[in-house]
């Protein structure tokens, strides 16, 4: 079957670094993509990696390895408002988007 | 980036009763939406995906005729649960992708049903 694993939950500081992890196995791989999801509210787009290696968007930054099928999030200079649900998700062979259970990332002051 | 609404946010129907949410996408024309379902701390669950001007498809183990979904135009897309249950409480989000971009998908704010 097709999945996708993530931390469930991730402990962070204020202005601090942390990375989220994602493995992933699909039949068929177009792309993994992470979304973030505020409690109560729907998903938003981050970030996507078609290639191998790291793309940057201000203070996220999102990477992929084909090869060891895994990729990861990178969030710096965290802030209270980047609290939230992360979510990976990976484009399989049928153009559908399988996902993660998403990762709580909770920030400490 | 795209816009999309969903109405209602929040709704509270009675067991055997029907709803209807509604997707628009505002900004765009969406040949393709789909439909979601989310349960607490689970990841997403695609339930069907609708195109415009013909019948939704289904995923494995959705109902479809207990889930009725209508893409009529280009910017709307309906989803109607019918006789709900209280195990259909959930939480429901339409999506769309907007041309040939496949890498990205654009969420409806969600609504929450919650059947008594």
């Known amino acids: 079957g097709q999945s996708l694993e993530q931390p469930s939950e991730v402990t962070a500081v204020e202005g601090a670094i942390v990375q989220i992890n994602c493995t992933y196995q699909?039949?068929?791989?177009?792309?993994l993509s992470w979304y973030q999801q505020h409690d109560g509210g729907a998903p938003t787009f981050l970030s996507y990696n078609g290639l191998d290696g790291l793309e940057e968007t201000g203070r996220f930054s999102s990477f992929l390895s084909r090869s060891d099928s895994y990729g990861y999030l990178l969030l710096q200079e965290l802030q209270m408002k980047d609290s939230a649900s992360y979510l990976c998700a990976v484009m399989d062979s049928n153009y559908q988007l399988i996902w993660g259970a998403g990762t709580k990332l909770i920030i400490k002051p | 980036g795209a816009v999309v609404s969903q109405h209602p946010s929040r709704v509270i129907c009675k067991s055997g009763t029907s709803v209807k949410i509604e997707c628009r996408s505002l900004d765009f024309q969406a040949t393709t939406m789909f439909w979601y379902r989310q349960f607490p701390k689970q990841s997403l669950m695609l339930m069907a995906t609708?195109?415009?001007?013909?019948?939704?498809?289904?995923e494995q183990g959705v109902e479809k005729d207990k889930f009725l979904i209508n893409h009529a135009s280009l910017t709307l897309s309906t989803l109607t649960v019918t006789s709900a249950h209280p195990e259909d409480s959930s939480f429901y989000i339409c999506?769309?992708?907007?041309?040939?971009?496949?890498?990205?998908?654009?969420f409806g704010p969600g609504t929450r049903l919650t059947v008594t």
């Open positions: 999506s769309f992708r907007e041309g040939e971009e496949i890498n990205e998908q654009y």
């Open positions: 699909t039949s068929g791989f177009y792309g």
């Open positions: 609708s195109n415009e001007g013909s019948k939704a498809t289904y």
